[in-house]
């Protein structure tokens, strides 16, 4: 048997120097392992087509002039102003009330709905 007498500072230098070498050589191969992984997953990605659609929004609001002799529809005749003197209407005629539509003040028959006088608000 041959035992090479190094001193022990001699033999210590050299297990580092291959731990490091081996460490280096792991973290080298580590990516490059993965990259060949990942390179078919990419090319998957690619094959797939995707679509977007953007779409505009817009909120079309209708203003509707209201004409004296004209119907108003029954939903419309739900909102009756009792306290017409506080908006400065004046007081209706026996048989007709006023009614609150978005912001106008329609006078209106309560029998037929028949809109007999109107003020647009601003």
């Not at 080298?28 to 690619?46: E, K, L, N, S, V």
């Not at 939903?75 to 978005?102: M, Q």
């Amino acid at each position: 048997m041959v035992f090479d007498h190094k001193p022990c500072n001699e033999r210590g230098t050299n297990m580092k120097k291959i731990a490091l070498a081996a460490l280096a050589l792991s973290l080298i191969a580590t990516p490059a392992a993965f990259a060949q992984q990942q390179q078919g997953y990419g090319h998957q990605q690619q094959d797939r087509m995707v679509k977007k659609r953007i779409v505009n929004e817009r909120t079309v609001v209708k203003k509707t002039r209201w004409v004296r002799g004209h119907k108003l529809p029954g939903n419309y005749r739900r909102n009756v102003v009792r306290d017409y003197h506080r908006y400065h209407l004046k007081t209706p005629p026996r048989g007709y009330h006023w009614v609150r539509v978005n912001n106008d003040y329609v006078m209106v028959s309560i029998a037929s709905g028949i809109i007999a006088s109107m003020i647009q608000g601003r």
